[in-house]
């Protein structure tokens, strides 16, 4: 046993332990969906709490907290471990990660670097949501975390079926939420969607499937792996693969942990590979010649076909003929305007069978036009993969800049060097332009110029751009954009990656009319990532105010607060329309405004109420009724104008809500404050006014 470890074991029999301040709940208490809220995904009734608890590891922080100290779970420069109740796994399963992995004396002695897989420990810190996920945010201070006992392995994993990771209709399966960071196990699966990273896709012969994501260094390729792991070979059917269930809003992630998670091959079909086509830009008539690389692990190639469909029609297919392992096959010309979609398969001397793209849904496909390219052209992806037609192939293309980066020597917080052009209007008519191997001065375009260039198609994590940008010509400025697209805000919605009705307005200007802010922080908790949601009765979508050169913002950087130019967004807040470009990062779609003209008809939170009468000094009343639940009324009068912040923070100092930040005249308010969202606990709030602050307490007994 590490001699840490021991000692601190030692301490703990002998009754010498932490301070415990914190109250101790189960992970169950944490994770756990009240049935009013079955079949979503809500945050959880502890989020911002700092609690303890216990929990078996499921992996350990550190391959070896003497000889080798290289995390084993990537998350940035952090520690993480995954838990689960060894009794119960629904609701059962929690992320803890430790913020702080430096080598100094305080972090050493939180033990984190020390635990080990199947041992029992208890664990202090802040309950927290990052995007879908629940975890825990472990404190940074001596025996925070404490060895409890030892359990000969661990737990046994959950046996699920792919198919419960979906409902019948297709749908994200919310109910398995209940397996969130367990260990589980899916058996006799097949492999799709290979990546050179080591991530794949387990299927089952339904068309349901599981991601597996490589978080783990045992299953990372090349130098950032430990053990020179490959993903097997897409149509490769597995007896297992086993690992900890976890959530995104595109779907289902397994993550193997030890390299034993993923079981024996059962059948290695061939691996097919780095397919190209010739010539790039095809027209009337014109034969296409495809080539690609396809081996086989196993044994030997037999035979290879490309599969092809004109317009959707009936499907054929042409022979491939190989020199070594390069297999090359043509397809004949077609008429004009026509698209072309394809896929190939091999098969090997046993008998086995392979196809890429393995999913029909992502077939390759070409255009057929007598005519120079289009951004609609480069951008056009019909089948729900996202890739487009051109992907990897230099093409030329012409639009106006809709988005440029000037004005961010003025603009404090991240503002992206994001140049989008568009070409007219409508679907699929925008793109962005990326400075990757970009001799051009991409960055010098304004808005408004009309420009011509050419540049290699790239998938930037699911977002096309143009990168290694050459022979760009302005050829006219000042030209006038595109009107937005109006769009509903159900319309995009929190769609997956890639999905037509949203991905053809990539890199459009759209706008949505007469919003609501529903959640000024989308993230929640102590995650703050510039995002909001807004709704226009029609479904909630995201919006994401860091990367826009203007002065709205969510309080992603609570000193924004102190420049008066800048204008908080809370709860309630409208907007008679909203403007900007759409993006996608991190499996969600998001509107980007651009500029303040972006932001049209902005109106205070309805919930703030002014009596106009002057009063003589501040004042800060009690909040009414005390003890609450879940609403209390929280009044102030303030004797002249002035920037007014009203905020409510728990009893650890950290704020969780903003109610109030904006210039208000002199008068009397009352706030009508819904706690609906946090836990029972005593809470305060903070009204501040000029110079002027005054703190009150008030307790929420639920």
């Known amino acids: 046993m590490n001699i840490r470890l021991l000692i601190a074991s030692l301490l703990l029999m002998a009754g010498i332990s932490f301070a415990q301040e914190y109250p101790l709940v189960t992970i169950q208490d944490i994770q756990n969906v009240p049935d009013s809220l079955a079949g979503t995904d809500p945050a959880s009734l502890l ?17 070896d907290s003497d000889t080798n100290r290289r995390v084993i779970i990537s998350a940035g420069p952090r520690w993480v471990t995954y838990v689960q109740d060894p009794n119960n796994p629904v609701y059962g399963g929690l992320n803890i990660l430790q913020e702080d992995t430096s080598s100094g004396p305080q972090v050493y002695e939180t033990l984190f670097d020390v635990i080990d897989t199947a041992q029992v420990w208890e664990f202090t810190g802040v309950v927290t949501e990052y995007f879908t996920t629940t975890e825990m945010l472990h404190l940074i201070r001596p025996e925070s975390a404490k060895f409890i006992s030892a359990a000969p392995k661990r737990p046994d994993p959950v046996e699920l079926q792919v198919s419960d990771m979906f409902t019948e209709n297709g749908q994200y399966n919310f109910d398995m939420e209940k397996y969130e960071n367990v260990y589980v196990i899916f058996r006799n699966v097949f492999t799709s969607d290979r990546e050179t990273n080591g ?15 490589n978080q783990s260094r045992y299953f990372k390729s090349g130098s950032a792996g430990e053990v020179g792991w490959e993903a097997p070979n897409d149509g490769t059917y597995l007896s297992y693969v086993r690992g900890i269930l976890t959530t995104r809003t595109d779907g289902y992630y397994l993550v193997p942990v030890y390299p034993e998670d993923v079981g024996p091959t059962l059948v290695s079909p061939p691996t097919i590979s780095t397919i190209r086509r010739s010539p790039v830009e095809i027209g009337p008539n014109q034969a296409v010649t495809v080539t690609a690389k396809i ?19 009936a499907r054929d297919s042409v022979e491939m003929t190989s020199t070594d392992s390069i297999f090359i096959g043509v397809i004949p010309g077609v008429a004009d ?77 991240n503002a992206s060097n994001r140049v989008i052009i568009q070409d007219g209007e409508g679907p699929w008519s925008g793109i962005w332009l990326n400075a990757v191997n970009t001799p051009a001065n991409i960055y010098g375009l304004k808005l408004g110029d009309h420009v011509t260039l050419s540049g290699v198609v790239q998938e930037d994590f699911s977002f096309t751009r143009l990168d290694s940008i050459q022979n760009l010509t302005v050829n006219s400025s000042g030209n006038q954009l595109p009107a937005p697209q109006v769009l509903t805000t159900g319309s995009i919605g929190t769609k997956a990656s890639s999905v037509v009705e949203a991905e053809q307005w990539e890199s459009v ?55 008066p130019n800048f204008i908080n967004i809370t709860d309630s807040s409208t907007f008679t329309g909203l403007a900007g470009y759409l993006y996608f990062s991190f499996s969600n779609y998001k509107l980007i405004p651009r500029y303040n003209s972006d932001f049209e008809g902005f109106d205070d939170p309805t919930s703030v109420e002014n009596d106009v009468k002057v009063p003589a000094k501040f004042v800060v009343n009690q909040n009414y009724p005390n003890p609450f639940n879940p609403s209390t009324v929280i009044s102030y009068s303030i004797p002249k104008e002035g920037l007014v912040t009203v905020k409510i923070y728990n009893v650890l100092g950290q704020e969780v809500k903003t109610l109030v930040n904006q210039f208000q005249s002199a008068g ?14 005593v809470y305060f709030y903070s009204v501040k006014a000029g110079d002027f602050n005054q703190v009150k307490k008030m307790v929420l007994v639920k």
């Open 295 to 313: 081996t086989d692990f196993d044994g030997s190639v037999a035979s290879a076909q490309i599969h092809y469909s004109v317009n959707g029609g």
């Open 47 to 63: 989020n911002g709490d700092t609690v303890r608890v216990q929990g078996i590891v499921l992996v350990r922080p550190v391959i």
């Open 337 to 413: 305007s026509a698209l072309v979609d394809f896929y190939i398969s091999a098969r090997d001397n046993q008998g086995n069978v392979s196809t890429n793209p393995s999913n029909p849904s992502s077939n390759y496909f070409y255009l057929v036009l007598n005519r120079p390219l289009t951004i609609k052209d480069v951008q056009y992806s019909p089948f729900g993969s996202g890739f487009s037609a051109y992907n990897g192939y230099r093409v030329t293309v012409s639009g106006v800049v809709t988005s440029d980066t000037s004005g961010l020597a003025g603009r404090t917080g």
């Open 509 to 563: 200007l759209i706008k949505y009319e007469n919003i609501t802010v529903t959640d000024y922080n989308a993230d929640g908790g102590s995650s703050n990532f510039g995002e909001m949601f807004v709704d226009d009765g029609s479904g909630q979508t995201r919006v994401e105010l860091q990367d826009g050169n203007h002065f709205y913002h969510n309080l992603w950087d609570s000193t924004l607060l102190a420049n």
């Open 199 to 213: 991530e794949f896709r387990i299927n089952d012969q339904d068309g349901n499937f599981v991601n597996i994501y």
């Open 668 to 681: 009397s308010y009352k706030i009508n404050f819904d706690a609906s969202e946090l836990s029972t606990g």
